[in-house]
C-alpha cells in the first residue's frame, strides 16, 4: 500500500450528498480519467468531476452513451490511468457488454451505478435496490465480479476507494451499487488527510521488455500489467486467450483462461469480503441487508431487541462475491434470516441457497420508489422469532 | 520489393504464426501493409503505437502487428482509443474497423468521434458486408446487391463514408482502394500526420462473400471493378454526375484545421487554474454544499 496524492484530497468536513462523496473518493483514489453519459439519479458524480478535474491533471469526458463510457474507461486504465464511470439501470445494461470486456482483459476500473426503478426507464429520480444480480451476472459468460454497497455519503468516500483498491490488487472491474437515496442523501463527510489514505498500487510488472507476458498469472493468480506505449508491444483481446494474450479457440485455453478468472475472486472471497456484524451471539434473527436498507432496518431491530427478541444484525459491505461461508455457518445457529432490500427478491435468494433450508428465510420485498415502512421490518424479524 | 520485406520484419508480430485468419487474396492485408508503410515512413517508435480494433475481419488485424494491441469488442474499438489516447495523449492511435464495425454497430461512436476531434486515425476498411460471418448485408451493401440476408437484393441504402465523416466534423477525411495500394498507404500517412480526428475509408474486396453472392468471378475481378469504377478527386472535379453514377472518387475530401480535443482540454484545465473568475467558479462548486451545511448551522438562523 502507498498513500493517496494529496492533490486530489479534499481534506477537511464537508456536507454533501452521496453523488459528490463519490466524486470526492475517487479523487483521493487517484482517479484521473472519468468517461460517462449523464443519468438520473447519478450525474451529479460527472459533474463535480468535470469541475475538479482540470484541476488536478485529470482528463474528463462525456461520451455519446454509455456503450462507450465503459470503452473508454477501459482504454483509459490500459493508458495508465485509474479510471472511472458512473451511471444508472438504463446505462448500466448498455455497460454489461464492456464490463465483461473488463473482466476478460483484467482491467482494473471502478463502475458506479446509482440505483433507480426498474425494469426500463421505470422511476428516474426514486430509489431501488433491483440491479443486484444484473451487478453479478448481467454480462455474459461465467466470471466473477465484485460489488460494495454503500449506506452513507461518508461511506461513499470511503468505499470509492476502496473499490479502487480492489480492482487494482484483482485486476477486475469493481462495482459500487449505490441506490438514489444514498446518493441524494445529504450527510457530514469527513476526509482524512491525503496520507492517512491507503493506496494499492497497480500490479506493474518490472521485469524485461523480452520477458512480459501479459497474462500469465503471478502466484495469486493475477497477472502483471503495463501500460500501452511503455516497450512492451503487448496484445490484448476479448478473445479466450493464453498467456500471450494471443487469441486460441479451444475447450483446454477456455477452461485456463475463464476458470482462472473466476478463481482469482472465488478463491479468496474471505479476504475481499466486508461485513458488520452486531449481537449475533445468540440471535435467534439476522437481519442480513445492505445499502440504505441496513439504515432502514435499525429502527426495527431496535424495536425487536426492546420487545425482548435476540435479533442480530449482518451488513453486507461487499455484496459479490456473497458471503457464502458465513451465511452457512450462521444458518446453522438461527432460526431465521430476515432480507429487507428494495426489489421483489434478489440477494435474498443467495441467502436462502446457503441456508439451505438449515433456517428460515424471510424476504421484506419493496417494488422500489421509497425505503421500506420499518414497520414491515419489524413484523418480518417477529414472525422470524417465533 | 525490398521496401516491403523491410516494412514486413520490422513491424509484424515475430512471435505470430501466419497465415492470418483472412482468405487468400483479401484486401486486408493490403490494407495492413499500407497502414504498415505509412507508420514506417512517418517513423513513429513502435512502442509509442497503439492499434485499437473492434470485431470482424478487420478486427484481427492488430494481432499481426508489433505494436501495442487492443482487440475491443464490436464496434466499441473507436471509444476504447478515446479512452487510450486521453490517459497518453504522446501515442499514435489508429483504430482500425470494418464498414460493420465502424458504420453499424459502432456508428454512433464513429460520428462522436468525428466531432470530438481528438488526434486519433480511424481507418474504415470498406468491404461491403459481414465477411466474419458469412456475408450478410452491411451498412455499405449497395442498394439491389445481394448478401445472404438479403438474398434477393438489399433493399436499403448505403452509408457514404466519407460523406458521414465530414458531416460529423471529422478534420481529415479521405478514400482509397486497396487496387490503389500505394495511394492507399499515403492517404494513411497524411491522416496519421494530421492533428486531429482523421477517417481513411478504404475499399476493399471480400470475394468469398460479396464477390460469391454479386457475380465477382475472383479477387481480381473485384480489384478491376475498384480499378474502372473509381475517379480521384481531381478528375471528378471535370465530370457531371451522370459520367460519376456508379463511381466512387479517391482522394483527400476534407483537411482542415480545428483545435484538437486534448489541446483545447489542457487550455482549458491551464485558464481554470490561472483566470480568477474561473478558479472562483471551481471554488464555488466545491463549496456549494459546505455553504448549504453553514446555513443549517442554527447559529446561522
Redesign the interface.
Known amino acids: 500500500m502507498i498513500t493517496a496524492d494529496p492533490k486530489g484530497v479534499l481534506t477537511g468536513s464537508h456536507y454533501l450528498d452521496g453523488d459528490h462523496a463519490v466524486a470526492e473518493g475517487a479523487l483521493a483514489a487517484g482517479c484521473r480519467f472519468f468517461a460517462g453519459y449523464p443519468i438520473t439519479p447519478s450525474t451529479e458524480v460527472a459533474e463535480r468531476i468535470s469541475a475538479r478535474f482540470p484541476l488536478v491533471g485529470g482528463l474528463f469526458v462525456q461520451m455519446e452513451d454509455e456503450l462507450a463510457s465503459m470503452a473508454a474507461i477501459l482504454g483509459g486504465a490500459w493508458g495508465g490511468a485509474k479510471s472511472m464511470s458512473v451511471t444508472s439501470g438504463p446505462g448500466f445494461s448498455l455497460m454489461m457488454e464492456n464490463l465483461g470486456l473488463g473482466v476478460m482483459m483484467e482491467v482494473p476500473t471502478v463502475l458506479v451505478n446509482v440505483q433507480r426503478g426498474g425494469p426500463s426507464t421505470g422511476l428516474p429520480t426514486l430509489p431501488a435496490q433491483a440491479d443486484m444480480m444484473q451487478a453479478r451476472w448481467g454480462s455474459h459468460g461465467d466470471y466473477e465480479i465484485i460489488a460494495l454497497s454503500p449506506s452513507s455519503p461518508q461511506e461513499c468516500f470511503d468505499y470509492t476507494i476502496t473499490c479502487f483498491n480492489l480492482s487494482e490488487k484483482y485486476r477486475v472491474p469493481v462495482l459500487l451499487m449505490m441506490d438514489e437515496c444514498v446518493g441524494h442523501m445529504t450527510e457530514k463527510i469527513v476526509i482524512p488527510k491525503a496520507e492517512e489514505i491507503e493506496i494499492e498500487p497497480r500490479k506493474w510488472f518490472k521485469g524485461s521488455t523480452e520477458d512480459y507476458l501479459p497474462y500469465k498469472p503471478d502466484d495469486d493468480m493475477v497477472p502483471w500489467m503495463v501500460k500501452v506505449g511503455d516497450g512492451f508491444r503487448f496484445h490484448t483481446t476479448g478473445l479466450t486467450h493464453d498467456e500471450r494474450g494471443y487469441p486460441v479457440m479451444s475447450a483446454e485455453c477456455q477452461k485456463d483462461n475463464v476458470g482462472r478468472l473466476v478463481d482469482k475472486i472465488r478463491s479468496r472471497v474471505d479476504e475481499i469480503v466486508i461485513l458488520e456484524e452486531e449481537e449475533m451471539e445468540g440471535a435467534d434473527v439476522v437481519v442480513v441487508s445492505y445499502g440504505i436498507s441496513s439504515r432502514v432496518a435499525i429502527p426495527a431491530v431496535e424495536r425487536a431487541r426492546a420487545d425482548g427478541m435476540k435479533v442480530g444484525s449482518l451488513r453486507l459491505v461487499t455484496v459479490w462475491p456473497f458471503p457464502e461461508n458465513r451465511i452457512r455457518e450462521l444458518a446453522g445457529q438461527v432460526k431465521a434470516f430476515v432480507v429487507p432490500e428494495i426489489n421483489l427478491g434478489q440477494i435474498c435468494l443467495e441467502v436462502e441457497r446457503c441456508a439451505a433450508g438449515r433456517a428460515e428465510t424471510i424476504l421484506v420485498p419493496h417494488a422500489g420508489g421509497w425505503v421500506h415502512d420499518d414497520e414491515d421490518i419489524y413484523q418480518a424479524i417477529r414472525g422470524g422469532a417465533k | 520489393m525490398s521496401e516491403a520485406i523491410e516494412v514486413a520484419r520490422t513491424y509484424l508480430?515475430p512471435?505470430?504464426k501466419l497465415p492470418t485468419v483472412w482468405c487468400g487474396g483479401c484486401g486486408l492485408g493490403i490494407i495492413m501493409s499500407a497502414m504498415l508503410r505509412a507508420i514506417a515512413a512517418i517513423g513513429v517508435d513502435?512502442?509509442?503505437v497503439?492499434v485499437?480494433s473492434g470485431i470482424g475481419c478487420t478486427g484481427r488485424m492488430?494481432?499481426y502487428v508489433?505494436?501495442?494491441?487492443?482487440?475491443?469488442?464490436h464496434?466499441?474499438g473507436l471509444?476504447?482509443?478515446?479512452?487510450?489516447?486521453?490517459?497518453?495523449p504522446?501515442?499514435t492511435v489508429i483504430a482500425a474497423m470494418g464498414d460493420g464495425d465502424a458504420l453499424a454497430i459502432g456508428g454512433?461512436?464513429f460520428i462522436?468521434a468525428c466531432r470530438?476531434n481528438i488526434d486519433m486515425t480511424a481507418i474504415v476498411a470498406n468491404n461491403q458486408i459481414y465477411g466474419m460471418t458469412g456475408g450478410q448485408y452491411s451498412p455499405t451493401t449497395p442498394h439491389g446487391k445481394r448478401g445472404t440476408t438479403a438474398p434477393y437484393g438489399n433493399i436499403e441504402y448505403a452509408f457514404d463514408t466519407t460523406a458521414l465523416a465530414v458531416g460529423a466534423g471529422a478534420t481529415f477525411v479521405a478514400r482509397s482502394s486497396v487496387y490503389h495500394a500505394r495511394e492507399a498507404g499515403l492517404l494513411i500517412e497524411k491522416a496519421i500526420r494530421h492533428k486531429g480526428f482523421s477517417v481513411v475509408e478504404i475499399i476493399s474486396n471480400c470475394h468469398t462473400s460479396y464477390g460469391r453472392m454479386n457475380k465477382f468471378a475472383s479477387p481480381v475481378a473485384m480489384l478491376e471493378w475498384m480499378r474502372d469504377n473509381s475517379v480521384s478527386i481531381k478528375a471528378a472535379e471535370h465530370m457531371d454526375a451522370d459520367a460519376l453514377e456508379g463511381k466512387f472518387t479517391r482522394g483527400v475530401m476534407v483537411e482542415s484545421d480545428k483545435p484538437e480535443f486534448i489541446q483545447s482540454?489542457d487550455e482549458?484545465?491551464e485558464r481554470?487554474?490561472t483566470d480568477p473568475a474561473a478558479v472562483a467558479?471551481?471554488k464555488k462548486?466545491?463549496q456549494s454544499?459546505?455553504a448549504?451545511?453553514d446555513r443549517?448551522k442554527p447559529e446561522n438562523g
Request: no cysteine; glycine share 6%.
Open positions: 508480430r512471435g505470430k513502435k512502442n509509442k497503439a485499437v492488430p494481432t508489433d505494436f501495442n494491441t487492443l482487440h475491443t469488442t464496434g466499441r471509444a476504447f482509443a478515446t479512452g487510450v489516447k486521453l490517459a497518453r504522446e501515442l454512433n461512436h462522436h470530438r482540454y482549458m484545465a481554470v487554474a467558479n471551481v462548486v466545491i454544499y459546505d448549504m451545511a443549517l
